[in-house]
């Protein structure tokens, strides 16, 4: 589990990129769909934004809208959770950190998920779990190649204890079934994929996308760190070291992925 | 029983008591009056040991959960099976001492063994990484559990990590990746699994080996999100907020059943597991002993129906029709709370 506090293209006319610390025109990154036109770097997208880049406009219908986060531990830390959870939902317009539905890709029918790193740190509760399952779930019964983008920095939610760890059990056995139903699981890692998110459905698509230079793994890099005390190497946990060492099958840049996932769900015959 | 001297500060009236009761027995003359003094102090001992245990804290069960003399897999091995034929390697890079994996006899029943090894010699220890896991120890453990499915023998979890270990090697062969295969694979694998957190159920490292037809607790284990030092890092930024974190991540065996996070509970001998060896290796036998003769032979699309639906129904949430009702219907999907109040199956 890790900590981070990126809250996206920031306001203003111009920015710096913490790709390359050039400073950028504003405008000109929102036109590239956050990606910074001098390096490269991928910014965080909002779950919203996200359904906009990736759906044909207007596809998107949602599922399970309605689910809502309740504080089942009455856990208390700093501040209550149930207080955590209303601020959240403040801030970001979300329910909590997972949109799911239905929509068109290039015209291909799809299920989709979405998690949005910015609400609790994109962190799996038993809402994301729930919502997650369910689309896993509809995909089987309606044969539809699901896709699921991932944004969390935060792994299993700590504010609902054990309930969140089940989670992961949660969605990757209804993958499982999904799997054995043959169907086809795009997964999306975006940055950052770390904790229980990574080590549960993120991790088991039939084909794993990662968008360039995003944090991606298990433990958090400063943990590791505290336990193994190395300085960790230049490049550790991101796309291009999974994909180096072979849990990622392609690097796609934001502005192709759309055309990527088509491509896949027709290669795949879905 | 042999141990460590290792001694947690909350159990120290235990200790002074049984030092006072070892001088008095090691009297050369017992008058009746010594006699007398004896069988009070056992009473008293009895009724200490019930007073401490019956109301440990959180963070006190995390101690005792970690204590070096508490029986560990490879005890189990050898207190409650026949038999165990190890079998090492996950056939792609190594073999985790870490997990331990092996074929092995409980009473009739032929079983694979897949648990968790802390070590108990600092050399042991340092052997098996203190029982934090790499990805080939759960490559490994996934591997052994399809031999098993494939020749229709029922898999034992035993439970005992402080979580999967966090280093660059781990990152490097997929820790992620192997965790989210092994609950994959567990959700679906055609034979009975039991699962049995025996002392640290350490986040996704636990899990991992932790996705079964049942899955209990020890009576003073663990089962945690997060460790609670982690918890108290993240949220109080401090790790001195442990006992706090221990208390509001709801981690013990008490808080998990009635979370319906665990089936069962299985009570420990008095004082804790670590206080009599052969005590709580009986107890775990005829909890599974029961369990086997339970799960084995049933059908497996409805075993593993069952298996889905259990992991399906955790969670817990709020669900309303949307804006146009007035009021949500606030019916948290929590389990049932017959189940939740069901008494332990086993209790000796
Ligand atoms: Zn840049």
New binding site residues.
Partial sequence: MMKRAKRGVPEGLWMR??????T?FRKEAEKRLGV??????HWYVPARERIRQVLDEGTFEEWDEYLEPTDPLSFVDKKPYCERLKEEQERTGLRDAALVGTGMIRARRVAFGVTDSSFIMGSMGSVVGEKLTRTVERATEEQLPLIIISGSGGGARMHEGMLSLMQMAKVSAALARFDSAGGLFISVLTNPTMGGVAASFASLGDVVFAEPKALIGFAGPRTIKATIRIELPKGFQTSEFLLEHGFVDRIVCRRDLKSEIARTIDYCGK | MAGTSHRLSFERPIYELEARLEKLEAKPQQTPEVRNEIRRLRRELIELKKKIYGHLKPWQTVEVARHPDRPMTTDYLELVFDEFIELHGDKCFGDDRAIRTGWAKLDTYRVMVVGHQKGRTLQERSTCNYGFAHPEGYRKAIGKMRLAAKFHMPVICLIDTGGAHPGIGAEERGQAQVIANSMFEMSRLPTPIICVVIGEGGSGGALGIGVGDRVSMLEHAYYSVISPEGCAGILWKSHTFKEQAAEALKMTSKDLLKLGVVDDVIREPLGGAHRDHHRMASKLKLHLRNYLRELVGRPIDQLLQERYEKFRRMGVFLESAGPEQQAPAEQPQQPEAEKAAQPVAVDL
């Fill in positions: 990129c913490p790709g390359c610390q050039q950028i910074c036109p001098e390096c490269d770097y």
